[in-house]
């Protein structure tokens, strides 16, 4: 777990080009956000700015780096070695979440440092829950992102092109840049609850009910107990579907399935 | 069979269908062999004969659809655990490793998956890379080193957790000569000193001749003949007839007509309006047969030589047919 935590780390502090994507896009976005909000007199928004763009950063992880890593593994032939190795392959996916999360920290310190420089947005949070809520959405995010993996793999490139469709209404309905859920919600309530599935929106409230003492669509406790149960049962459903796909592989030759 | 005391590797009836949209393709079909401990085993075929099936059963990535294999001792079917401790494999075709961290970093990745110490893993990343000439170019990063460095860092990871047992296909495959030599040298040497078994999956004549202590012959997923390599040649009989024919005919079917003559295969020179043609014969009197059925026909036959046998010929004198006809043949 461990080794592929610095592998992780390794490989995103090892392309310079790399590093400047990664930090510049969650900049941008919440910089762009947050100069919208300020012109529009919409001030108080402005902390949801800088916040989804910290978050922007861990989803685009989530999405990339975790979600279709192993589908490249398998592609480049390294899926094979974990499989005839010792080693288990939650535990691996264990390890390139903790990497992807320590390796993506110095993003999220610098949008939040440059949102604070330059727009001083008011805070009032309650340390101990923002840092509870950041774990647990964090957890959360990368077991969901653990779950994708297997789904990824199952499907190959068909399902990974699912990820360019659904990035950004994800980060829409999800809440990254504004309430999408409660009472400061543009969305129809039914909306809500669907989205509600997504553990990115439950964090997003979490964190804002914790930093900002926004409102909140349901109250901190119940986002933090329902982000505990979907990290729990991401990491189950995804240690479990790994194993089958593994036995799947092992008995039809293939773990790929056609979606046509 | 086996000439070591100790098997690493028992296969007894092995075999491996998969559905296809055709019906049922077989790719294994009740091979039975034995590996004894320090020796390397050629698995050698035309592609599409089941090497690569069988090099993935013994590693656990697929399962048999009857028979029993095991390694070790270990059964690879319910086992795959404990197989997995004692086991390590490679691919000539693999990439393997991350392209943005150094080839010494990959290394010691990959020891941590067998649970290494960091302190062993060091040492051992340091002796392979000695002996595979790559000390170097450690510190580079992968998408940095050369096709022939990229492969000996991969051989160096398939020997970097201690294994018993080591599975390689075609692992020389798209290297230059000397690349190939020096990981044939190193994959002696494991084998010779540290008592590793090697099997080896491979269209690579020269290769199993080079470093194979026993060969299986394998054809549509079935052992057609086993020895060493110096065995299966002595089979033959008889050197191989070379001959060198103007026009290149257009079909060689005059030749199967002769007595004696259990296969050939043909490349065409164009520019020179030449093909040479290997004929494998039983005697002296089917030589001297082919060469006269090749000049009835209308040829003229420019030159012939006797030469030695190779396994390619052991192979069509077995099959009738060269390994490129033989792809030629399973492809259509």
Not at chain 1, 61 to 74: E, G, I, T, Y
Not at chain 2, 45 to 57: D, E, L
């Amino acid at each position: 777990m461990k080794a592929r935590a610095l592998v992780r780390l390794w490989s995103i502090f090892g392309e310079p080009l790399w590093i400047v994507v990664s930090i510049g896009f969650p900049v941008l976005s919440s910089l762009a956000l947050s100069l919208l909000y300020y012109s529009i007199g919409a001030g108080n928004y402005i902390g949801f700015a800088v916040l989804g763009g910290v978050m922007v950063a861990f989803w685009g992880n989530v999405l990339w780096s975790m979600a279709s890593q192993f589908n490249w593994d398998k592609q480049e032939g390294l899926f094979e070695i974990y499989l005839t190795s010792p080693a288990s392959i939650t535990a691996i996916l264990v390890g390139m979440s903790v990497g992807g999360i320590v390796g993506t920290v110095p993003t999220a310190v610098i949008v939040t440092a440059i949102g604070w420089v330059l727009f001083h947005p008011a805070v009032a949070a309650s340390w101990g829950a923002v840092a509870i809520t950041f774990a647990l959405t964090l957890a959360s995010l990368y077991a969901l992102g653990m779950t994708l993996s297997s789904l990824y793999l199952v499907y190959g490139r068909e399902a990974e092109s699912m990820n360019e469709v659904l990035q950004e209404p994800v980060s829409m309905v999800s809440g990254l840049y504004f309430p999408s859920v409660g009472s400061l919600s543009p969305f129809p309530f039914a909306l809500q609850i669907v989205v509600s599935l997504i553990p990115l929106t439950l964090g997003m409230d979490a964190l804002r009910q914790s930093l900002f003492s926004s409102p909140g669509f349901v109250s901190l406790w119940v986002d933090l107990g329902a982000l505990a149960v979907m990290a729990v049962a991401f990491l189950a459903i995804a240690a479990f579907s790994l194993k089958a796909l593994e036995m799947k592989g092992r008995r039809d030759g293939t773990i790929s399935v056609r979606i046509r | 069979m086996t000439r070591e005391s100790t098997r690493s590797v028992e296969v007894s009836g092995l075999k491996r269908e998969f559905k296809s949209k055709s019906g049922p393709v077989v790719a294994l079909d009740g091979v039975s062999l034995d590996v004894g401990e320090g020796e390397i085993f050629g698995v050698l075929g035309p592609n599409g004969a089941g090497k690569t099936t069988m090099i993935r059963i013994l590693s656990t990535l697929l399962l048999p659809t009857g028979g029993a294999a095991k390694v070790m001792g270990f059964d690879v079917e319910h086992e795959p655990e404990k197989v997995r401790r004692v086991i390590n494999m490679a691919s000539g075709a693999e990439k393997a490793g991350y392209d943005f961290i150094s080839a010494k970093r990959n290394l010691w990745f990959f020891s941590q998956l067998y649970g290494m110490p960091s302190a062993l893993a060091e040492k051992r990343i340091t002796e392979l890379s000695e002996t595979l000439g790559l000390t170097k170019y450690l510190d580079r990063k992968f998408y940095a080193l050369s096709t022939g460095y990229r492969q000996r860092a991969t051989i160096a990871r398939a020997f970097i957790n201690d294994p018993k047992v080591v599975f390689l296909d075609e692992p020389t495959i798209g290297l230059d000569v000397m690349t190939a030599r020096s990981i044939r040298d190193f994959l002696r040497s494991e084998a010779s000193k540290n008592g590793r078994t090697i099997m080896l999956a491979t269209h690579n004549m020269a290769e199993v001749e080079a470093i194979c202590d026993r060969v299986a012959i394998i054809d549509k997923g079935k052992i057609i003949a086993a020895g060493t390599p110096e065995e299966l040649k002595r089979r033959l009989g008889a050197p191989a007839l070379v001959m060198e024919v103007s026009p290149p005919p257009k079909d060689l079917e005059m030749l199967r007509l002769v007595a004696g003559v259990k296969g050939f295969t043909s490349s065409a020179d164009d520019e020179r309006e030449l093909s040479t043609i290997q004929v494998v014969v039983e005697s002296d009197a089917a030589s001297k047969g082919a060469l006269d059925a090749m000049t009835a026909s209308g040829h003229k036959v420019v030159a012939s030589w006797r030469k030695e046998a190779t396994l390619e010929e052991v192979f069509v004198a077995l099959v009738g047919s060269g390994f490129k006809e033989r792809e030629e043949e399973v492809g259509s």
